[in-house]
């Protein structure tokens, strides 16, 4: 690694001048061919409504397609009245002459079906040729800007379905605005310096943009859904800067111990550089175990944050010195008013050594307070219900959150997610067979309503729609599909020759969220032992990688619990919903990740001073003094980018913000300033103990061996 920093302080024309390259050809080449392309497309295999879907897309294509609704609400008169009868059916008309859209179903022709009783709603279903990942945003648009034409002040008019609330779902931009704002300002603090400042930011920033652009290559090979951006960004955004910040603050600290900046830029490589190697591996790792769950949304938001994350620690640990060698000493130019310069802070080293003091004095205290506050923190665990929350959930003012409302005030929650049945006819003889099916599902008390039979025109096939009497995301109606297909369908079909699968978006979800809930155990595991190899080979010590497990665990458990308590209880004044059926495979990918960053942060400058004493109060006092402030600054820079991810609008995104931002949070200030330094106080000397059979594994040092002088 020496040699390599020297290498890049030696060709630092060469290396700013590579990463311009490399960036514009990313930028020009990802332009030409088209930028990114999303795919919402959630396939796996073995489960039901994967079943159902590969029936109805080859002998039902018709009712393949992904089916959206138009809500119509008067509030003078009734939907049935001549001057708006006619105006609705216009509308609809338009509708059906639109590119894509095979069939939209007259709600004046379904027996009154999709009109409310009242008389003041009804609801056309508008086909798509297409899933809702496969159309185009300017198709779906076309037909959002059509029906919202019709709108008048006595008439409202909003639509709602997966390929709407795709279409209209915000990006991560005003999130991403609002997080780096906030890390701008940590950082002046941090730094007191306007040009120190900068450095993180701008070199997190081109990694990200490289990054970004490699993505939109990716894209047109692998299925990314469209929330893989905004997480890989929120994720790159995070490590990027505190990446860069810890190379920053090394620089500055050799600067100001008397090293010219071109040695100082090198030793900077040689030491933080090594650690943010290690330590953005570890997250690598980490997320790119997603793709063992073999589930599309988690395999893109596996490999598109890897891939930012490899891009922002490549140009940490080689643009980010090539540019500091360059400015030298102006990195500390452009003063904030009232903040010191680095190496002058005694007060704050004074008040990190009587903290240690008090931890190792109180150990067992301290170890078993914040163990039972976590323990707690988790308990909601053991009723976390994944799923998938409906458009109840979207933003208020949005037309899918008000069409939502409306169906559900006229014609019950679970009109807004049916269950599609996807039937393989025996024969043309089969018509009775499906009668009685018919039958069989509207009698079971969560059933609301049953759609008569549509048979395909080679009577090989039929498709039946059922509408619960509870919402999608409601517990009963994940109790409804499992009733349906255990027993219902079982008995209503024996002997017939009917295969039945239940479908459509609710079961897919329902599938989904159990394929990754037995997934995750053993995800976890993998997880867990990758990284237990990695710090076991690093420290050359086996409590420091149990340790580091037990406490990664304790970590995201209570974030995990504070997110079934803040989403699923709705203790915040949230709308109560399920949790996001994705949420627990990619907290643990990405905190386990981050945590085992601070780890190494801290372990590697506590271990450095053991090699030098081996005493351990003194490593650990040493080590906690040199790297505590930089892991705080860090770690609010992380808190900073998670939590303003809350504002994205997105379920999915809200609960990853509030997930991380607390994971973060409780690792950086309970963990790694009381947990560890009690745990290694507990333990002495057996922190650094390697069994005699395990001596054959290699040296390998995040840092140099020789203590660094310490740095406020």
Known sequence: ?????????????????????????????????????????FRFSGYDSQAARVMLEQQFPSAAGDSDQIVFHTTAGRVTDPPLRARMQATLAQVRTLPHVVGVADPYASSGQAVAGDGTTAFATVTFDADANRLSKETVTAVIATAEAARTPTLQVELGGQAIEQTESAGPGAATIVGLGAAVLVLLVLFGSVTA??????????????????????????????????VALMIALGVGVDYSLFVVSRFRALLAAGEDPESAAAGSVNTSGRAVLFASCLVM?????????????????????????????????????????????????????????????AAASGRLTAWTGLVRRRRWLFAGAVTGLLLVLAAPIATMRLGSSDAGADPAGSTTRQAYRLLADGFGPGVNGPLLLAAALPGPSATAALRNLTTAVRADPGVSSVSPPRVNPDATAAVIQVYPRTSPQSARTSDLVHRLRDSTIPHATAGTGLIVHVGGPTATFIDLSSLLAGRFVPFVAVVVAIGFVVLLVLFRSVAVPLTAAVLNLLSIGAALGVVVAVFQYGWTGLSPGPV????????????????????????????????????????????????????????IIMVAVFSSFVLGGQRLLEEIGVGLAVAVALDAFLIRFVLVPAVMFILGRLNWQLPRWLNWLPAVHAEPEAPVTPAS
């Open 580 to 635: 996001q059926f994705a949420l627990p495979v990619m907290m643990f990918a990405i905190v386990f990740g981050l945590s085992t960053d601070y780890q190494v942060f801290l372990l590697t400058n506590v271990h450095q001073e053991w090699n030098a004493h081996h005493d351990n109060t003194r490593a650990v006092r040493a080590g906690m003094n040199r790297v505590s402030g930089i892991i705080t600054g860090a770690a």
């Open 1 to 41: 690694m020496q040699a390599f920093a020297r290498w890049v302080v030696r060709r630092r024309w060469w290396v700013i001048g590579g990463w311009l390259v490399v960036v514009l050809a990313l930028v020009t080449v990802s332009r030409l061919g088209g930028g990114a392309v999303y795919s919402n497309d």
């Open 285 to 345: 790792l980490a997320l790119l175990g997603m793709l063992l769950l073999r589930v599309t949304i988690t395999d893109g938001i596996a490999v598109t944050a890897a891939v930012d994350v490899a891009f922002t620690m490549a140009a940490a640990i080689t643009l980010l010195p090539a540019v500091l060698s360059l400015i030298g000493h102006r990195v500390n130019s452009l003063p904030v008013p009232g903040r010191r310069r680095p190496g002058t802070n």
């Open 197 to 230: 400042m900068l450095m993180p930011i701008m070199t997190a920033l081109i990694g990200i943009l490289a990054g970004t652009n490699l993505n939109a290559l990716v894209s047109h090979g692998m299925d990314l859904n469209s929330a893989t951006q905004a």
